[in-house]
């Protein structure tokens, strides 16, 4: 293979960048992401902001050490596009965002009952346990942002993050904790004693179960590396995403403790998000790993999807 350095030709894309320089030179071997370097520093401009994509067909450029000049089709001279993706925000610092709203707003609500409510009535075992579920549930998806998960994708564009918060805060967070704090609500009677323990089963079990299929995600990518694995054992062996399907047994636990319209709302929009997301990634282990991955005919629910 040689080593000399081919020239490729830079165009901007979009929204000017004042620096762009209108030529890069890098060697076949090297990786996209060496272009995405050499292109950044020339520019003055962070690496995440920038797109770069292929003057012939238009076809993204992946900022991946494992992906070639060479494999990617850019010979001599050939074009490329480079566009300003605009402000971007690390995914880790998106998602402890996204969880901190139900942390608030919970405690919030239980906290200040007296004043949202105009009750003194003090608040019912069954509204104590919902707030304690809850916080836990977050409390463990912060704990494991910052310690478990390791992100594919290093920034988003700033500008989401209200609408990727959206879900946590208005759904999760004001939705919920509106209704079952309520005088008046479901949690405010009283619940057989059997279903709250088979709830604060489900809701352990599934809590659990999701934890360890997140230890066995983390252990398929290196700290700071975008390679991928074929994840197996805990529920990957049926389904591709038991992490969703655990996820979702974890909140049947907090439904049937809160037995409100607020959580069924929030259920049904996660649970959908999820199965979309399930079938995507059982598409792409298959484009990815072809005959090394066993297709899977359920993606999130056994026998059902």
Known sequence: MSSSHITLAVRPRGKPIKKVPEEAQVRPQDSTAKLYETIAARSGCS?????????????????????????????????????????????RTVFIVEYLGPLLIHPLFYLLRPYIYRTDEAPTSLQTLSLVLITIHFIKRELETVFVHRFSLATMPARNIVKNSFHYWALAGLNIAYWIYAPNAPTAKPLNPIVTLAAIGMFAFGEAANFLTHLRLRGLRSSGGKERGIPTGY??????????????????????????????????????????????????????????????????FPGLF
């Open 47 to 91: 690496v995440h902001r920038l797109k770069i994509t292929k003057g012939s067909d238009g076809t993204s450029l992946p900022n991946a050490e494992d992906v070639t000049i060479e494999r990617v089709g850019l010979r001599e001279q050939s074009t490329v596009y480079v566009k300003d993706l605009g402000p971007q925000i690390a995914w």
């Open 235 to 300: 529920g990957f062996d049926t389904v591709t995403c038991p992490n969703y399907l655990w996820e979702t047994v974890a909140w049947a636990g907090i439904l049937l403790v809160t037995r409100s319209w607020g959580t069924v709302v929030f259920v049904l929009v996660a649970v959908g998000q999820m199965m979309a997301w399930a079938k995507k990634k059982e598409n792409k282990y298959r484009r990815d790993f072809g005959d090394r991955y066993t297709k899977k005919k359920h993606a999130m």
